[in-house]
């Protein structure tokens, strides 16, 4: 049974949304459009949370270590909370390494996107961003750091999961994340180029074979996760989304003019998320991961509905295609 929160216990942060990379499937679609919030302000925020005893916070972007500031501004999360960062590690030298370990970062996540220099660096749309990226897992693990790989599955680099395995647990990191490709930013145009079937998935994560002691998650069934119970997250510009894989859907305010919490207990939508109360729920996924119907963003991406069932469990799919989004959905990324 799925506790009650009076309070999120973690919080994701979009820090930034520039980035030193180009990859198809930019969730943010990185560029300098609207204003960041500037280094006082996220102090400000972090003070709000740890006066408010959230535990975890989990940083991404964009790139983190393109904002010049962002270490600095991690420095004064890590006595207080556990910080989780997600890079492409093409910034992570040795120096920044020895200084993540010795500010006390809890872990490190590092997106390779394939197990190949041509597969990855296709992907990034950077020539050499394979090499920096595997360095950086390496440098990391080497300074006994906690890290992992990520990877978004798709068309691209599915026949090499097996490889990557064997790469990240090569390189030191003690997980590999397979993640879904969800239709934001960037990979709404490229969806046709990067999407795969529900079959095509599961194929492509069948008779996985890891190392003893390395192990492999995945983001769909049977672990079809419907986090929003617990879910908080603000994206660069300040604006409080719930969860980063709803931050074209939902907007529950700005944390510059309405504190987080105050969205957190007032906004009817962000309530009904947390609330669970879907149309059908997949019996095996609610088995592993308390789903209450899948992931919310994917719901309703593909049905238009907040109480519709995540289309990536094989369960719950109902015939869609994967391959294909829906035509308001392109119409919006126009």
Partial sequence: MRPHYVTPPHITISITNTCNLQCQWCYGDCSGARTELNTKEWLQFINYLIANNFIQIYFEGGEPFFRA??????????PHMMTFVRTNGT????????????????????DIMGARAETHDELTGVAG?????CDAVARLASAGIKTDVLVILNRKNAAEIQELIELAHGLGALRLGILRLYPLGRAKRSWGQLALSIEEQQAAVTNLRPPNGFKVMQSWHPNDRNCCW????????GDSVGCMYLREYVNFGNIRTKPLLDTWHDDPLYQALR?????????????????????RSTAFAFHGRWDAPDPFCSHLNEGIDLRVLPQRLLQKSG
């Fill in 275 to 295: 609330a669970g109360k879907v149309e059908k729920s997949c019996p095996s996924c609610h088995e592993n991961d308390g789903t209450h119907g899948g992931c």
């Fill in 91 to 110: 910034l992570v030298g040795d120096k920044l390494a020895a200084e993540l370990k010795s500010i006390g970062v809890g872990r490190m996540l590092v």
């Fill in 69 to 78: 500031d962002f270490l600095y501004i991690l420095k004064n999360c890590t």
């Fill in 129 to 133: 961003s394979f090499e920096k990226s």
């Fill in 230 to 237: 617990q879910a908080a997250a603000v994206n660069a510009f």
